[in-house]
């Protein structure tokens, strides 16, 4: 199965069928029928056969999804079956919230490594990493293998940031500020933007107690 096979949205549903699957194998749960998995992931059961379709994976009548092949399955696609060490540029709020989050090391994604610009932040320890100076960059991210970039800076720092890390080997880059990054062929970004999604979040809050109060019309549900 070649990448081009699966479709930008169905790798976005991925992570979501993955903790899904997860969730349910904690509860010794051995097979799964897609209605079931669908009702767990929150998503239309039509939409995650063929997802998972398009992994060249099927269930079997009657039985529905064996969990440990649909772990590994997916874990292999999303290549989270292996670790991706991270560097987070930006020891803010957001930097040291994201370096001290376990989850990310449960899942493959490990920091290595936090810088920064500011000399009352270098030096600093975050769950147990030393505050690096921005200039470090270019010679630690590949003594520390590091994969992925995330910049938590401010968002006039992010572009200048985000050569750095490139220089430095960086191809895979998520960028928490609200600017877009012009970055060269072969680099990806993945931008999470907080206060669009919030924005997002307050259309629905908005529609749903439009509805409840009969001003409203009811979306309709995903396809």
């Not at 096979?5 to 549903?13: G, I, Y």
């Not at 099927?58 to 969990?67: A, E, F, Q, W």
Request: overall charge negative; glycine content about 8%.
């Amino acid at each position: 199965m070649g990448d081009k096979d699966v479709s930008s949205a169905t790798v976005a549903r991925l992570p979501n069928y993955l903790r899904s699957v997860m969730d349910l194998a904690a509860e010794d749960v051995a097979n799964v029928s897609s209605d079931r998995l669908a009702n767990h992931a929150g998503v239309n059961p039509a939409t995650l056969r063929r997802d998972l379709a398009s992994l060249g994976v099927t269930g079997t009548r009657g039985v529905g999804y064996d969990i440990k092949y649909l772990t590994f399955q997916i874990s292999v696609i999303l290549g989270v079956n292996q670790e991706w060490p991270v560097a987070v540029v930006g020891a803010g709020n957001i930097g040291r919230a994201l370096t001290s989050y376990q989850g990310l090391a449960s899942r493959g994604f490990p920091v290595r490594a936090v810088f920064d610009i500011a000399e009352d932040k270098i030096g600093t320890e975050v769950s147990g990493l030393v505050v690096e100076p921005l200039s470090n960059v270019s010679h630690r991210i590949p003594e520390l293998n590091v994969t992925v970039g995330v910049i938590a800076t401010s968002a006039d720092a992010a572009q200048s940031v985000a050569q750095l890390l490139i220089d430095a080997g960086i191809q895979s880059i998520l960028n928490f500020t609200a600017d877009s990054l012009d970055v060269p062929e072969g680099v990806t970004v993945r931008r999470v933007d907080l206060a669009t999604e919030l924005q997002i979040l307050s259309f629905y809050q908005q529609r749903e107690s439009a509805v409840a109060d009969g001003t409203g019309i009811p979306l309709k549900p995903k396809p």
